[in-house]
C-alpha cells in the first residue's frame, strides 16, 4: 500500500502540480491541494498533525493553520480563500469538534463550496456529531452547521480509534485516500475539459 502511495502521489505531481511551477510568475498558485478541517485541541498533535506531514511528503501541498499560518495573520483571510482553492477537503472530527464555531464554519464553507470531503471520525461515531446552541450563533448560521454536518454523516469516511488503533495503517490508509480522490477530481475536470472544448469547436 505505501509504494502505492508514492507510485500515485508521484503520478499525480507530474500531471497536475509541476506544470504549475512553470507558471508561478504568472498565476496565482492556489493555497493547498487538501484543506484539513479538524480541532485542535483533538487533534493537532496527532491525527491533523501526522496526517499533515504524510501528505506534505507525498509532494502534495495540504493546508493545516499551525502550518501554514504565521502570528499575525487573519483566520478568515487565510482559511477561507485555502478553502475555496483547495480541492479536496479532509474533515476530522472528533469529541470536541462540534463545540468550534471554526470548525464547523470550515466545514460548511467545503459543503458549500461543493468540495469533495473525506470525514474522519476520530474518538467518535457519525451519530453523535450535533450542533449545539450555546446562544452564540444565529439561528442561520446553525442551520448551515447543521445542514454540513448531516452532509458529512452521508460521506463515506474513516474511522480510527486513537487507543487502540494501528497508526502506521491508518495514515496510510487516510494517505491513500487522499490520493485517489485527487487523481478522480483530476479526471473528471479533464474530462469536462475536453468536452468543453469539443462543444466549443461545435459551435464555430
Known amino acids: 500500500m505505501q509504494k ?22 504568472a498565476t496565482t498558485i492556489p493555497p493547498c491541494d487538501i484543506f484539513i478541517n479538524h ?13 499533515h506531514d504524510h501528505i506534505f511528503r507525498m509532494g502534495l501541498r495540504p493546508f493545516l493553520d499551525s502550518r501554514n499560518m504565521k502570528p499575525g495573520d ?11 482553492n483547495c480541492k479536496l477537503g479532509v474533515a476530522i472530527f472528533s469529541p470536541n469538534y ?7 464554519h470550515e466545514l460548511a464553507l467545503l459543503m458549500e463550496s461543493k468540495k469533495r470531503v473525506i470525514p474522519i471520525f ?33 460521506t463515506v469516511g474513516l474511522t480510527f480509534d486513537t487507543l487502540t488503533g494501528d497508526w502506521s ?25 475536453s468536452t468543453y472544448i469539443v462543444q466549443d469547436r461545435q459551435s464555430e
Open 4 to 25: 502505492r502511495c508514492f507510485s500515485s502521489a508521484n503520478n499525480l505531481c507530474r500531471k497536475v502540480l509541476q506544470p504549475r511551477t512553470s507558471l508561478i510568475q
Open 98 to 104: 462540534c463545540n468550534s464555531y471554526f470548525c464547523l
Open 39 to 51: 480541532r485542535g485541541i483533538d487533534t493537532k498533535r496527532t491525527i491533523a498533525g501526522l496526517l
Open 122 to 154: 476520530c474518538d467518535m461515531k457519525p451519530s453523535q456529531l450535533q450542533v449545539m446552541d450555546y446562544g452564540t450563533s444565529s439561528t442561520k448560521q446553525l442551520q448551515r452547521f447543521r445542514w454540513a454536518l448531516e452532509e458529512a454523516k452521508y
Open 74 to 84: 487573519r483566520l478568515f483571510e487565510k482559511i477561507n480563500p485555502a478553502i475555496w
Open 169 to 193: 495503517d491508518f495514515l496510510n490508509t487516510a494517505t491513500d485516500a487522499v490520493i485517489k480522490n485527487l487523481v478522480e477530481l483530476e479526471a473528471e475536470n479533464s474530462s469536462k475539459k
